[in-house]
């Protein structure tokens, strides 16, 4: 004969390795770099201690409503046999007043630090602070430095222990002006990044280090891909790379009006690089990102590939088949205003008429851009 605990022991087993799965995602041991929970800047550190609080309040009552709900189940169920109705009530005015005002009062005790705390973190951190203006195009971040007349791609160098204010604007052209939403885990919460308008976000990192950041506002294709890194620095470091970004590129696109190299051709004439990006001027938003200084940076498109020659050339070729975009080169090419969103490729389905690059073209364009520091 079986046992009659053989059922409810089986379930416990299911309840158990299934509560070790969800708790496993839980686990810190391996830093993914992106942990809300593990929070190294003071808006981050807010957050959580207003947090972990709150979402143990909400666990203990989970367990508990959830625990009433199974126990009075089983108590109460129907059994063979045995199918006398339980006492017929109206109501319990006492009991219907408590499990209103209870949870009425706990929400009125967790909204004080919930509000202040929104209100903490909306404030303008004043000028002090170093001022960026961060632009969220599809599927990349650009940051300009108002004060430095610097602009930069996917890496947003900060100084550790200062804070910095952050302008958040959308691509307005017609055809990515679509919302993204700003966030580095570890740092601060998100904030939306809307069309036509500039939302305010302060950050700040108690040391130097890199720290994670992702869009998380669905925004089409390659949404998930939409990645940058912030890389706090000391001050003085933060100083020497805001003085290396001024400097003019270490080798010049033009010379007299006309491309200076074999390298420079290729980019200005045959594959009209510079119809999106800016090669020889810091200073200015482009398009595409700005590439005057590519090689200062550790990371590339929208920081998914490090940057290195294999990475870079293969990059060149066939951006789409790294990451999704939509290229359809008719729309592309050459005038990027009529629709193109995102890299062509410049090796499949090529329009007619329009050169197809070789590996060694694409080599001879990677080698002039890893020179530019
Ligand atoms: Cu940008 Cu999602």
């Avoid at 957050?47 to 143990?56: C, T, W």
């Avoid at 599809?138 to 791609?153: G, I, L, N």
């Avoid at 108690?206 to 890194?229: I, V, W």
Wanted: a positive charge; charged letters at 15%.
């Amino acid at each position: 004969m079986r046992s009659r605990t053989g059922r409810p022991r089986r379930l416990l087993l299911v309840v158990a390795a299934a509560a070790l799965v969800v708790l496993a995602g839980c686990g810190t041991a391996k830093n993914n770099g992106q942990n809300a929970l593990q929070p190294k800047g003071p808006a981050a550190q807010k957050i959580n201690n207003l947090f972990v609080p709150i979402a143990i309040i909400a666990i203990v009552i989970g367990i508990l409503v959830l625990g009433a709900t199974v126990w009075f189940a089983i108590r109460f169920r129907y059994r063979a046999g045995k199918n006398d109705n339980p006492k017929q009530v109206h109501g319990n005015t006492r009991l219907e007043i408590g499990w209103t005002i209870a949870p009425a009062l706990l929400l009125a005790v967790i909204a004080v630090p919930s509000v202040s705390a929104i209100f903490e973190l909306a404030q303008n951190p004043g000028p002090q602070a170093l001022q960026v203006t961060v632009v969220g195009k599809q599927w990349w971040w650009q940051f300009e430095y108002p004060d430095a007349k610097v602009v930069t791609a996917d890496e947003l160098v900060i100084p550790a222990g200062r804070d910095v204010h952050l302008s958040l604007k959308a691509c307005e052209d017609q055809v990515c002006n679509v919302i993204h939403s700003f966030w580095v885990p570890e740092l601060a919460g998100t904030r939306d990044v809307v069309p036509g308008q500039t939302n305010e976000l302060t950050i700040k990192a108690d040391n130097p280090g890199t720290y994670l950041g992702q869009c998380k506002e669905y925004c089409g294709l390659s949404h998930a891909n939409m990645r940058f890194r912030v890389i706090a620095k000391t001050p003085a470091e933060f100083q020497d790379w805001i003085r290396g970004q001024q400097q003019g590129p270490a080798n010049p696109l033009l010379q007299d009006g006309k491309p200076a190299g074999d390298a420079q051709r290729l980019i200005v004439n045959t594959f009209e690089c510079t119809n999106c990006h800016s090669l020889e001027d810091s200073s200015v938003p482009s398009y595409g990102p700005n590439l005057t200084h590519l090689a200062s940076r550790d990371y590339f498109a929208s920081a998914n590939l490090p940057l290195n020659r294999t990475n870079l050339v293969d990059w060149i070729m066939n951006a789409p088949g790294i990451l999704p975009m939509q290229t359809e080169q008719t729309k592309c090419r050459p005038a990027p205003q009529t629709g193109c969103v995102g890299m062509p490729s410049f090796t499949e389905n090529v329009p007619a008429g329009q050169p197809k690059m070789t590996r060694a073209q694409a080599e001879q364009i990677a080698d002039f851009l890893l020179e530019q520091k």
